[in-house]
């Protein structure tokens, strides 16, 4: 940080009540009232220097002692100290912090050349062209502090000029940048690495949003920069300004935020929303995500929501489980994963995927990104299924949105299902068949279907479908065997055949030929084969037992209940149970034969 000291004389100036004075042996015959301060200063000191007070003690008609009221001069009472000391010639430091005020408040006094030469404005000029704008962090403290004075700033160039010389730097090489910057990232050595190419983003973000937006606009307008470096930007402004969306707490249990701060957290991020490149990949969807997640938490305009939405829909299939996990901030719901969020940025996604891919080929890039977002929401499912005030209707919303195309099997949908049937034990009957609606048994691996049939917590009518299906299979799977072996059988029986007939051709034609040999029948299948597939029937035959004698147990229990369990009823469900038993027995009896 650079500084320029004027005067020579000690600091005189002293403070009493609201009245500031200079120490001398001259009674002060000027007084200045700036708000509720009053100076006592002297006119042969300042009228020189300052073309205002010449103009407005020329019109007083009091000669002894003039009375001035500067109510408006931009800075207020400090900048005007800082122009008197000037006057008196008091030792005074300028620097990158103070430059704005005092600069406003000279050009105020008309501190300028046509008063006297050499005059205050000339020296802040020449301080800010030498040293604030050939400085990194010194336009960048001048730049924040036009905040103050942001009508008199721009008026005189000063926003405009600092921008211009931030923006200049920034598009240095990083192989020419020599000032100093502030850059934190964890692992980064400046005494050990080359400057990284967004050097400038940390320092940047001290800036206001307004003051910011107009240097990102500044940097795009070149086109020299690549769209993912402004995205970083972005990134680390909203890292240093707004709330962490994974801390928010709930509205019930926090302490409501003032409106001033939400106010102007709600402008931050409708700005950073409206700057984020068009580019695809400019930022990641893990911060648009949470860009959507705060922008939910402070009702920020649906306008920004929706883009928020269309941009992280684009980049979905590039997202992980844990981009998806932001807490709801609404007071209406008890869960806490935010879940409408996510199945919104998934409508949104299947929308625009079937508006390019109305029919998807296998192993196509439109393929690929439907089945990656199908695993991630099926994960996803898995996370959340554990809360436990998570609706059934909300994991429906979800699973349901999927087409069928998206999950090439259905294991993960399976154990999300499981978990959430774990975690809510007291879960009605109706809520657990409307749960595992989407679940399809056909598209389940050998190994969930083994464990979903000895599944206690999965409702009747799933343990049967899946039941149905192993033994729908287990005899298709019989009838290939049946039919491949019969094709041998006929194939051995043929070959014989078309041996005589060649040898009848040959002897036809008196041809001496050798007797034909090794011609035998085909041998049927090994000893061993068969063991392997009497040892395959009885454990399907086992687990199909299983499954299907607590398929009856349930159905007893369904009886007895409807019956009141009278004797009655006892005495027939018994007996269905026998009978069961008795038509399963005679069953596996004739597979056998």
Known sequence: MKFMKLGTRPDTFFTENATRSVISDIPSDLVIRINNINFLLHQFSLLPKCGLLQRLCSDSEDSNTVTIELHDIPGGEDAFELCAKYCYGITINLSAHNFVFAFCAAKFLRMTEAVEKGNFVLKLESFFNSCILEGWKDSIVTLQTTVKLTEWSENLGIVRRCVDSIVEKILTPPAKVTWSYTYTRKGFNKQQQSVPKDWWTEDISDLDIDLFRCIIIAIKSTYMLPPQLIGEALHVYACRWLPDATKITPPES???????????????????????????????????????????????????????????????????????????????????????????????????????????????????????????IDTYLQVVARDINLPVSKVLSVAEALPDIARKDHDDLYKGINIYLKEHPELSKADKKRLCRPLDCQK????????????????????????????????????????????????????????????????????????????????APSESSSRNHQKMKRTDKKIALESEKRVVREEIEEVETKDGGSSGSKINAKKMMKNRSGSDHSRDKSRDR
């Open 254 to 376: 926090s302490v409501s935020q003032t409106d001033d701060v939400a106010e102007n957290h709600r402008k931050i991020i409708e700005i950073i929303v409206t700057m984020i490149p068009a580019d695809k990949g400019s930022v990641s969807v893990g911060f648009l995500l949470r860009l959507l997640s705060i922008a939910s938490h402070l009702g920020a305009s649906t306008v920004t929501k929706t883009e928020l939405i269309r941009r992280s829909s684009l980049q979905l299939e590039e997202a992980t489980v844990s981009d998806l996990l932001f807490p709801t901030h609404s007071s209406s719901n008890q869960h806490y994963y935010d879940i409408d969020l996510v199945a919104a940025v998934l409508d949104s996604f299947l929308l625009l995927w079937r508006r390019t891919s109305p029919a998807p080929i296998e192993n196509s890039q439109s393929m690929r990104s439907i089945r990656k977002v199908g695993k991630l």
């Open 444 to 523: 389940l691996s050998p190994e969930v279907r083994t464990h979903a049939v000895k599944n206690e917590r999965l409702p009747l009518r799933t343990v049967v479908q899946v039941l149905f299906f192993e033994q729908d299979k287990g005899s298709r799977a019989n009838d290939q065997r049946m039919s491949a072996q019969e094709q041998l059988l006929s194939r051995g029986k043929q070959i014989p055949l078309v041996r005589d007939e060649l040898s009848k051709l040959q002897l036809e034609q008196h041809e001496q030929t050798a007797p034909l040999e090794g011609i035998g029948k085909t041998p």
